[in-house]
């Protein structure tokens, strides 16, 4: 490569990094998928908007022949071999069994039927889908079957994650679903792959059948012996090396080696980087500061550069057919959503509950991206079907969270600013203790109640001796259930420069009693979470320190529950 | 597992004092067991009953009667015989019984999850707890640090009474009440814009919810007399029991008994909670299950 041409490779790098990561911020603050953000980078920089109005600039920076090119794709080529590892990492296939027969049938439904309508529609109507005529109807129908099919477990775990649905069992449900349909979908993908004809032609490449045998063998042996071997790998080279260089060397070079290896025996390198994934994942050595680092690592820079990548090979104007659009995109939702949410109805959910599920599931997100762009490249799929992929990745990606919302009706959760009480609010010196703090507030809050201020005090350390006292930084929680209360109390008392403290632990500035009603757990649960989300937002935080009455208090946290927190 | 006063008079109690099936096998640790085991039902006011299943021979006898002569601090310990699939036998021998013992291995070999020892195969089919003794004291002291780890999704009120009753009996210093947090998928969301701050608030929270549940769940097992600590670890299930357990250098771990039927070959393939417990023993483990109502 020339001095020129190093230079035009790090200038399109760093150009389509820098531009891709800022617009999957924007993306994001916009509470939108950040790969929308990410693949409108491409779009912008590629034959779509640049090359349109400026065709010597997007040649220049991005050729599509010569060695420019080639380092451009090579480093795509490792960024979704990367990105694959990390989605095998999360895997954990023998959750689908402890979640119940719920999460079997649906993740059974959720991928039968899409992938039942995807394979029929193709053969009822190969021209409406777009089946190139060189491809095969079976293979074709194959592939979009697949697509269809797959979930965005990413997608899935930020909606989740936003909705507060995390841990409920209707989000366990939709994970350990997703899962499962990921792991079989990228198996499937995988072998669709191998059965591509042209795969096969090429001088040393196996024929079609060595290549199935081995894809299976490869995968047997790996969620096996391999890994077995690789939880001991793991912790040799973390006991002998530095950290987390070693273990990362170790998790990069395995994904690459396998993906070499998937590639040699006629499969896509994905195949072998997502098998290591699933492998490591299961280690019990491998720390999750490790997995956060590779996640961070992937996120950070081969996440937008390959989607970005998109843009710059596909010309989404011209290659932008509406009709295949809302065909692909009107199946898949049929498909997943139908699948999904009435193998839920069967299985006894509740309807509303059950379709939320089907909308939570609909999301298709990078998963689909990579799987159209690794079809077109392998020469399954032209650019109208790529770009059709790409909207419908990115349409189901940002409806199902808010049609998930909208399908739950959820009562509003219980908020800790409700049952503040002003008598219950106290700015103290930094002479006072935390304990004298609480004094202070159970003091105030205990004149609506008909217990001793001593009994509630009891009741209190009882509670704390059982669960600790923190909150989030600086901030102590003192919380009782009473028997004799029909709602909760909430009182705060205030120390900005930090309460007295006896030893080096970080100050206390804020103590917050909570006394709930014996009876409602779940009110109770709703007020603790909703205090611990409050006060676990740093800026938010800061301001809540500084307010001087629960008044000022409560003005602050009504206005910010119109804000987003993040 | 209930703790009965062995000097009440069964008639007027209501219920006859309970048993607890001793399994012995052919090893040099199984006086050690024995030992133990005779400590822990005098502890627990339980009636012993010693069981080695396989052929009854002159010698095999012999070495039992004088295994039991060495180990017990009371006469009247005999050793019944049984032959047959050790799981079956003890699945039928310890219907009317409260308690399980038997030793086991502290670790599995790397296959010790698709094929399952001895040890496990009891924990998965016994009617009632199991308590599996990796390494037997020689001199038997009550268990001081309880480590008890409630289901992740359904807390059982019933175990916790049970783990409270025994904490009583063996006047515990400390009993560590636990649930593990698996939040599976959650790094995933990192690719979606999400920030470490947004995974970690995401965590604390679960973890405050699920501690407050179990505190609640205490309370309304009147805990009062039990020196108690509630946490709830973040991490994958079963492994992160194994790590606290050793933190706190526990000499009992208490864990809901794996499911009675036969675990798929996903789950011998991808072990969790107590499966992954039971490959790797960080103490004594007792596998609790509710007893069968008769």
């Known amino acids: 490569m020339s001095h020129a041409e190093l230079v035009s490779l790090f200038l399109a790098l760093g150009l389509l990094v820098g531009v891709a990561r800022a617009l999957g911020e924007v993306a994001s603050a916009l509470r939108q998928p950040a790969v929308l953000g990410e693949i409108l980078a491409g779009v912008l920089l590629g034959p779509t908007i640049l090359g349109t109005f400026w065709p010597q600039a997007t040649a220049r920076l991005f050729p599509e022949t010569g060695p420019v090119a080639f380092g451009l794709q090579a480093m795509t080529q490792v960024a979704v071999v990367l990105f694959l590892l990390v989605a095998g990492l999360e895997v954990d296939l023998s959750r689908i069994k402890r979640q119940g027969r719920m999460a079997t049938v649906v993740s059974v439904t959720g991928m039968l039927f899409p992938f039942a309508l995807g394979f029929a529609f193709v053969y009822a109507a190969p021209g409406l889908l777009g089946k190139p005529p060189e491809t095969a109807t079976f293979l074709y129908a194959l592939f979009l079957a697949t697509a269809l099919s797959i979930s965005a477990l990413p997608v899935i775990a930020k909606i989740l994650m936003d909705l507060h649905l995390f841990r409920t069992d209707l989000g366990m449900i939709i994970l350990a679903a997703a899962i499962v349909n990921d792991f079989i979908g990228w198996l499937l993908f995988a072998l669709v792959l191998g059965l591509i004809p042209g795969r096969h032609v090429e001088e040393g490449s196996f024929d079609i059948w060595t290549t199935v045998t081995a894809t299976l063998a490869f995968a047997a042996g790996m969620l096996t012996v391999g890994r077995v071997a690789l939880n001991q790998m793991v912790v040799r080279v973390q006991a002998h090396s530095a950290w987390p260089a070693g273990v990362l060397a170790l998790c990069l070079s395995l994904a690459l080696l396998c993906g070499a290896f998937a590639e040699w025996i006629g499969v896509h390198a994905i195949f072998g980087a997502f098998l290591v994934g699933v492998a490591l994942g299961d280690s019990s050595h491998l720390r999750e500061r490790t997995r956060l680092i590779l996640h961070h690592f992937v996120a950070a820079l081969f996440a937008p550069l390959f989607f970005a990548s998109i843009g710059l090979r596909v010309n989404f104007v011209e290659s932008f057919d509406p009709l295949l659009c809302l065909v692909v995109l009107a199946i898949a939702c049929v498909g997943k959503i139908l699948g999904c949410g009435g193998g839920a109805i069967l299985a006894g959910m509740p309807s509303r509950e059950a379709w939320a599920l089907g909308f939570g599931m609909n999301a298709r997100g990078a998963m689909e991206i990579i799987l159209g762009l690794l079809a077109r490249e392998a020469g399954l799929i032209d650019d109208r079907m790529l770009v059709a992929l790409v909207v419908m990745a990115l349409v189901t990606s940002m409806l199902s969270g808010p049609l998930m919302e909208r399908m739950l009706a959820r009562r509003k959760p219980a908020r800790f600013v409700r049952y503040l009480r002003d008598r219950g609010f106290f700015i103290l010196g930094s002479d006072k203790d935390p304990f004298q703090a609480i004094e202070a507030v159970a003091g105030g809050l205990s004149t609506a109640l008909d217990s001793s201020l001593e009994t509630l005090l009891e009741a209190i350390r009882r509670r704390d001796r059982l669960t600790g006292n923190g909150l989030a930084p600086g901030v102590r929680l003192a919380h009782a259930r009473l028997s004799g209360i029909s709602a909760p109390l909430v009182g705060v008392a205030l120390c900005p420069e930090g309460f007295r403290s006896g030893g080096d632990a970080e100050k206390v500035r804020a103590v917050v009693v909570v006394l709930t009603p014996q009876d409602k757990e779940a009110q109770q649960i709703e007020i603790l979470t909703d205090l611990a989300r409050t006060f676990l937002d740093a800026r938010l935080r800061r301001l809540l320190l500084a307010c001087s009455s629960a008044l000022e208090m409560r003005a602050l946290l009504r206005s910010s529950q119109s804000e987003p927190q993040h | ?294």
């Open chain 2, 1 to 294: 597992m209930p703790v009965s006063n062995p000097q009440d008079d069964p008639g007027v109690v209501g219920r006859p004092p309970g048993e607890m099936l001793v399994l012995l096998a052919l090893s040099p640790t199984s006086g050690l067991v024995a030992r133990e085991a005779s400590r822990l039902s005098r502890s627990l006011g339980l009636r012993i009953r010693f069981l080695h299943v396989g052929a009854r021979t002159p010698a095999i006898h012999r070495r039992f009667q004088t295994l039991l002569e060495h180990s017990l601090t009371e006469p009247g310990g005999d050793v019944t015989f049984r032959t047959g699939r050790i799981e079956d036998v003890v699945a039928e021998e310890a219907q009317a019984s409260d308690l399980v013992v038997l030793g086991a291995l502290e670790q599995e070999g790397p296959l010790g999850a698709f094929f399952s020892s001895v040890a496990r195969r009891v924990a998965r089919t016994a009617p009632c707890p199991t308590l599996l003794l990796p390494s037997p004291n020689p001199n038997p002291e009550p268990f001081r640090r309880l480590v008890a780890v409630m289901d992740p999704s359904t807390p059982s009120p019933e175990m916790l009474r049970d783990v409270l009753e025994l904490a009583r009996a063996e006047q515990v210093e400390m009993l560590h009440v636990v649930q593990e947090l698996e939040l599976p998928a959650l790094n995933l969301a990192l690719e979606e814009g999400a920030d470490l701050d947004q995974t970690e608030e995401e965590r604390r929270v679960n973890a405050l919810a699920a501690r407050h549940r179990l505190a609640n769940l205490l309370e309304d097992c009147q805990a009062d007399q039990v020196p108690i600590r509630v946490e709830s670890l973040a991490g994958r299930e079963g492994l992160e029991a194994i790590r606290y357990s050793q933190e706190n250098s526990a000499d009992l771990l208490i864990v809901p008994a794996p499911e009675r039927d036969q675990s798929t070959v996903l789950e011998r393939l991808f072990p969790r909670g107590t499966d992954l417990t039971l490959l790797n023993l960080p103490c004594a483990l007792l596998a609790w299950r509710p007893r069968r109502t008769p």
